[in-house]
């Protein structure tokens, strides 16, 4: 099956610094990968659409400066809190897609504390 | 505005029992439809689709029924088994191309509970 590893599963770091997430596609290409963040208790929300080798797409009201994303290839994206605060705090999740008319498939998110 | 519904927070089931999950969708443009599990601190599994071309997809235990008349998909698990107990998400993407390329929307999600 499409597995999608997505490291580190935590994160607890001080305000002010920047955190790197890291997800891969690990048997299969994506063309596209995605990220997301979920609230305690809330749905996925979509920050950003992250295709290889092109700009991300942002959500609206997601800071582009803030989640810098990078796609660098059709197995791996990153998404880089900058300069992160506590109200970054929540758990982030990617996903990777094969081609269009094919499921997401996600990674098992990262949780990330800032203190 | 929640262009994608899921009505009930929380749903309990006997074992061996059915579990139905309902979800339901404002905007016309949506042409694909998935149903996703998810346990605490991990990332959702997929478990089933649907195209609008399709008004039913069965997977092993698992069917899913899309009536596009009334912006209305179910998921249906029998028999429910422990196991199955999870939050339940039902998403969906509109074929519009260009930045929306594969973007899904989630609904609220629904917590199952299946009880030996």
């Known amino acids: 099956g499409a597995v999608v590893s997505q490291h580190p599963s935590r994160v607890i770091c001080k305000s002010g610094t920047s955190v790197k997430i890291e997800c891969r596609s690990l048997d299969f290409q994506a063309t596209t990968m995605f990220w997301y963040r979920q609230f305690p208790k809330k749905s996925l929300m979509l920050m950003a659409t992250s295709n290889e080798g092109s700009k991300a797409t942002y959500e609206q009201g997601v800071e582009k400066d803030k989640f810098l994303i990078n796609h660098a290839s059709l197995t791996l994206s990153t998404l880089t809190v900058t300069s992160a605060h506590p109200e970054d705090s929540s758990f982030y999740i990617c996903s990777a897609m094969r081609q269009f008319n094919q499921p997401q498939h996600f990674g098992d998110g990262t949780r990330l504390s800032i203190l | 505005d929640q262009q994608v519904k899921q009505n009930s927070p929380s749903l309990s089931v006997q074992e061996g029992r059915i579990s139905i999950l309902n979800c339901d969708y404002t905007n016309s443009m949506f042409d694909y439809f998935l149903w996703y599990k998810k346990y605490p601190a991990e990332g959702p599994t997929f478990l089933i689709s649907i195209s609008s071309i399709k008004d039913k997809n069965e997977d092993g235990r698992f069917t899913v029924f899309l009536n596009k008349s009334a912006k209305h998909l179910s998921l249906h698990i029998v028999p429910s088994q422990p196991g199955d107990s999870a939050v339940y998400f039902c998403?969906?993407?509109?074929?519009?191309?260009?930045?929306?390329?594969?973007?899904?929307?989630f609904g609220q999600g629904t917590i199952l509970t299946v009880h030996p």
């Open positions: 998403a969906a993407r509109a074929n519009a191309g260009g930045t929306s390329y594969g973007k899904l929307t």
